[in-house]
T-cell receptor, first 117, second 110 residues
């Protein structure tokens, strides 16, 4: 159980365009999802916390107008990278925790590799 | 949330036990210890978590010291597929977030 699915697994886009990444919890409901970014040979960096039915909470230094997060249902959160630039090229990973289990671990998607040309 | 310290890298012979240490000297009483691993170009995989008692599952064992200031993840019989970066994370109930440190890059050698 506790499967998190992320789509697409990789995407290439031109500079200036926007890209949407989906994160779904397949077999559980998630009131909260988390978005991470990972550059080569670095650790995961938390970008934002996505809350169902309310605004996302962004970590310090993350531009909320550039990384739009929508958590419209208990099983889906989306991250849109707006006006993407080459420096936005990275590995984006989402995660979720089951709704009722306070101490339960996070479960992660398999990531989306974004390349901006 | 408490900060964790892990060795940057470790090697382990195939078939032997891999013991990965983690220091979390500022951990507080309600904070759990979680272990994840990340194989190249994949999302992190949950391994195990615990509060103060030792824990074991089909993947690994987690040994937490009595003072809870450090823990050890044990992979009893390491295989080549266990080569990955292993992250130790401490999280309490004051926030949902998991913050990743630099982790330990484990290489299992044939």
């Amino acid at each position: 159980g506790a499967v998190v699915s992320q789509h697409p697994s990789w995407v290439i886009c031109k500079s200036g365009t926007s890209v949407k990444i989906e994160c779904r919890s397949l077999d559980f409901q998630a009131t909260t999802m988390f978005w991470y970014r990972q550059f080569p040979k670095q650790s995961l960096m938390l970008m934002a916390t996505s809350n169902e039915g309310s605004k996302a909470t962004y970590e310090q230094g993350v531009e909320k107008d550039k990384f739009l997060i929508n958590h419209a249902s208990l099983t889906l959160s989306t991250l849109t990278v707006t006006s993407a630039h080459p420096e936005d090229s990275s590995f984006y990973i989402c995660s979720a925790r089951a709704r009722t289990a306070v101490w339960s671990p996070l479960h992660f998607g398999n990531g989306t590799r974004l390349t901006v040309t | 949330d408490a900060k964790t310290t892990q060795p940057t890298s470790m090697d382990c012979a195939e078939g032997r036990a891999a013991n990965l240490p983690c220091n979390h000297s500022t951990i507080s009483g309600n904070e759990y210890v979680y272990w994840y691993r990340q194989i190249h170009s994949q999302g992190p995989q949950y391994i195990i978590h615990g509060l103060k008692n030792n824990e074991t599952n089909e993947m690994a064992s987690l040994i937490i010291t009595e003072d809870r200031k450090s823990s050890t993840l044990i992979l009893p019989h390491a295989t080549l597929r266990d080569t990955a970066v292993y992250y130790c994370i401490v999280r309490g109930n004051t926030g949902n977030q998991f913050y990743f440190g630099t982790g330990t890059s484990l290489t299992v050698i044939p």
